[in-house]
């Protein structure tokens, strides 16, 4: 009984996972993965490798581009402007909070990235899915 409690507290510690995405790769307005699917406790890691890029979330449909300063809540997030200069790659972690959908997407140009497709969503459903919200962004 004692050793399965000891393991019990363990298990949280040992399942966080950390799910790393690219920003911008070869100089295009992506996030690789576009989607991620990750449990409460696990982080995202951004890792802006070109250019200057936010990571920001916003609104499944309607109004979704530029995402707005701050992030659309609850538990978004907004990593603000990173710019590669010289050869630093800036990061931005997100630690997961809740395993409901969240939309995000860059807020460079005035909403110009994000309406071309530069989009991300972590832990899209059947029925909210990345594709449609990539959709919704390059409509909005
Ligand atoms: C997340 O971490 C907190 C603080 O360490 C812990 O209390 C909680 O049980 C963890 N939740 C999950 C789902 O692992
Ligand atoms: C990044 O872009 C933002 C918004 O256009 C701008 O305000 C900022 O100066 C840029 N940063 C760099 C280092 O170019
Ligand atoms: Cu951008």
């Known amino acids: ?32 993965p576009t989607q991620v699917f990750a449990d409460v406790n696990d982080t995202v890691t951004f890792t802006f490798v070109t250019k200057n890029h936010t990571a920001t979330t916003t609104t499944f449909s309607g109004a979704v581009c530029p995402p707005p300063v701050g992030g659309v809540g609850p538990n978004g997030w907004d990593s603000g402007f990173l710019a590669v200069v010289g ?49 919704n962004a390059m409509d909005s």
């Open 1 to 32: 009984m004692l050793l399965k409690a000891v393991f019990m507290a363990l298990i949280p510690t040992i399942l966080a996972v950390d799910h790393p995405v690219t920003v911008g790769e070869n100089g295009g307005l992506t996030f690789d």
């Open 87 to 135: 050869t630093t790659t800036p990061q931005f972690v997100y630690t997961v909070v809740d395993t409901a959908p969240h939309f995000a997407a860059c807020m460079q140009g005035a909403g110009s990235h994000c309406r071309a497709g530069m989009t991300f969503a972590l832990n899209p459903t059947a029925d909210m899915t990345y594709a449609q919200f990539n959709l």
